[in-house]
């Protein structure tokens, strides 16, 4: 069910006048379920409708679906109750169980890489190979040297199966299974296409985790996973500062007396930023040889007072909050309620999901 992306220009652009029209992306996330309807049948794609629900407790916590029967039921609850007809969807996976990973191989064409990767992922993926789903993505099919390029994907099947299984006993039908940070990176590319030229970062802070994405020219260097996210910080406000959890969440939509603790949230925001250098050190490493020029934030957690601006005061670089409809057009009917200047950029998945075009 894992399917591979290095793009949306690569991917989506190639199955335009075939497939289906709409394709619906659902993001199982820790602090919301969201479900984006992207219509196909334009030049461009249209966002159709929008949706989302939270989700109590923890039902999903880093990924891994803790109480599956209240998460069916919340997906059930949200297509009848939003009136989603489409059942056939795109789901994504992410987390600690997935491993994104550049490797050099010697050169050859996709077919005969096929037969190899398996050899070469022993080397580079800490799970059984047995246990795990693999793909790849050949980022310089073009070229002349003796070694290629490979952009390594590793799933475990445990955790692609559990998402499917979830889908369908929600009476979906998940026709693919996407790695959450490809189909962020797709929806980055279609809103912000300059984030395609030069050495640029996507940071997405969540509930429960932040991924760092470094990209070269659109190309993926490598991917990290932190445990930073609002359900964390809400918690250390209610431990030390005696908060009750909507107290603690106001705070972090700066709401209330938010002011005050800013210098806790500043603390916070470093350690993100401590992230990216710590990246961005690896990559001095491979000689990459030149500085990260841009940075993108996405996610529910990127509202959080000062984390923005910490971010570009401690890294030093142009830093900016996305959002899922930058360029991508809404049809008037989709919004139905939704705030969408509150909810943008913590659409980016569900919107990368459906942007890829079933066929």
């Known amino acids: 069910m894992l399917r591979r992306v290095a793009g949306y220009k690569k991917q989506y652009m190639l199955s335009l006048g075939r497939g289906r029209k709409k394709t619906v992306g659902v993001d199982l996330g820790s602090g919301y379920i969201k479900v984006a309807v992207i219509d196909h049948g334009k030049e461009f794609p249209q966002i159709e409708q929008l949706a989302m629900r939270p989700i109590d407790g923890e039902a999903i916590v880093d990924g891994d679906i803790v109480e599956p029967g209240l998460v069916v039921e919340l997906l059930t609850t949200l297509f009848d109750e939003e009136q989603i007809s489409a059942r056939d969807v795109v789901a994504g996976v992410g987390g600690r169980d997935v491993i994104i990973k550049l490797i050099r191989m010697d050169r050859m064409d996709e077919a005969e890489a096929r037969e190899v990767i398996p050899w070469e992922a022993e080397q580079h993926v800490p799970f059984e190979m047995d246990n795990v789903q693999l793909d790849f993505e050949i980022t310089d099919p073009d070229g002349e040297g003796l ?52 050495l640029t970062a996507l940071i997405n802070v969540g509930h429960d985790t932040t ?149």
């Open 147 to 198: 070694q290629m390029t490979v952009l390594l994907v590793a799933a475990k099947k445990e955790v692609v199966e559990n998402r499917v299984a979830i889908m369908e006993e929600a009476g979906l039908a998940p026709r693919i299974v996407d790695v959450d940070a490809f189909a962020l990176h797709n929806a980055l590319e279609v809103n912000y296409p300059a984030a395609m030229e030069g």
């Open 211 to 359: 991924t760092v994405n470094v990209l070269d020219d659109g190309i993926p260097l490598l991917t990290r996973d932190m445990s930073f996210g609002t359900r964390g910080l809400a918690a250390e406000l209610e431990a030390e500062h005696g908060m009750e959890p909507d107290e603690a969440l106001a705070v972090l939509r700066g709401e209330g007396s938010g002011a005050l603790f800013s210098d806790f949230l500043a603390q916070r925001a470093h350690e993100v930023a401590r992230g990216v250098e710590r990246a961005a050190a690896f990559l001095d490493t491979h000689e990459i040889g030149i500085g990260l020029g841009r940075l993108y934030l996405s996610g529910g957690g990127v509202r959080v007072p000062g984390l923005a601006e910490s971010l570009a005061d401690r890294l030093g670089v142009e830093t900016q909050i996305t959002s899922a409809f930058e360029q991508i057009q809404i049809k008037p009917e989709a919004v139905n309620g939704v705030d969408l200047d509150a909810v943008a950029p913590m659409m980016m998945l569900p919107v990368g999901l459906a942007l890829r075009r079933l066929g």
